[in-house]
């Protein structure tokens, strides 16, 4: 058999040829086969075959999942109980760090009542050197001044009664 003619060749294209010499023709002359659907059974092999892998991929993930879960829950369990065991101590510690800033507090409160004391009794002891060595204009000033701390110290003792009998309102309000 010789070689076909292309319909794109210049002899094509100057029209030298007969279009019924060509390819299309002889395909016409082919017989057709009766049974024409060769692909459509590979396909639903093929489709079917792919549902089981994907199938038996997913549940190998939902095992996977399960098992990170129970996993994950095992070790959230056994964070919060160590949490609760460090809740725990840390608790305590807090509370013994409120004591001892109450008792630092209450310390430093007895020293400055002491230091007062201690300071009116330097001015009064001033005061009576000053009314020794001074005039009377001098006395009149310092049994003025005399008379404030003797109101000062009524004023302590009126404050001291006012403490309230319930030892919880003594506590320090904190916002959390």
Same mark, same amino acid.
């Given at each position: 058999?010789?070689?076909?003619?292309?319909?794109?060749?210049?002899?094509?294209?100057?029209?030298?040829?007969?279009?019924?010499?060509?390819?299309?023709?002889?395909?016409?002359?082919?017989?057709?086969?009766?049974?024409?659907?060769?692909?459509?059974?590979?396909?639903?092999?093929?489709?079917?075959? +792919?549902?089981?892998?994907?199938?038996?991929?997913?549940?190998?993930?939902?095992?996977?999942?399960?098992?990170?879960?129970?996993?994950?829950?095992?070790?959230?369990?056994?964070?919060?109980?160590?949490?609760?065991?460090?809740?725990?101590?840390?608790?305590?510690?807090?509370?013994?760090?409120?004591?001892?800033?109450?008792?630092?507090?209450?310390?430093?409160?007895?020293?400055?009542?002491?230091?007062?004391?201690?300071?009116?009794?330097?001015?009064?002891?001033?005061?009576?050197?000053?009314?020794? +060595?001074?005039?009377?204009?001098?006395?009149?000033?310092?049994?003025?001044?005399?008379?404030?701390?003797?109101?000062?110290?009524?004023?302590?003792?009126?404050?001291?009664?006012?403490?309230?009998? +319930?030892?919880?309102?003594?506590?320090?309000?904190?916002?959390?």
């Amino acid at each position: 058999m010789a070689k076909k003619i292309s319909k794109h060749s210049r002899a094509a294209r100057r029209g030298e040829i007969s279009e019924a010499t060509g390819e299309a023709r002889d395909l016409e002359r082919v017989p057709r086969l009766e049974k024409t659907d060769t692909i459509g059974p590979m396909i639903r092999a093929s489709a079917s075959k +792919n549902e089981d892998l994907l199938r038996q991929k997913m549940e190998k993930k939902a095992s996977k999942s399960n098992k990170s879960k129970s996993a994950i829950s095992k070790a959230i369990k056994t964070r919060r109980k160590k949490a609760v065991v460090i809740d725990g101590r840390l608790g305590s510690k807090i509370e013994a760090s409120i004591n001892r800033a109450k008792e630092i507090q209450s310390m430093r409160k007895a020293n400055w009542d002491t230091i007062n004391k201690q300071a009116k009794e330097a001015v009064k002891s001033k005061l009576l050197y000053h009314d020794n +060595n001074s005039q009377t204009e001098g006395r009149k000033d310092a049994t003025e001044d005399d008379s404030d701390w003797e109101n000062m110290d009524e004023e302590e003792e009126e404050s001291n009664d006012l403490v309230p009998s +319930n030892r919880f309102a003594l506590l320090e309000e904190v916002e959390a």
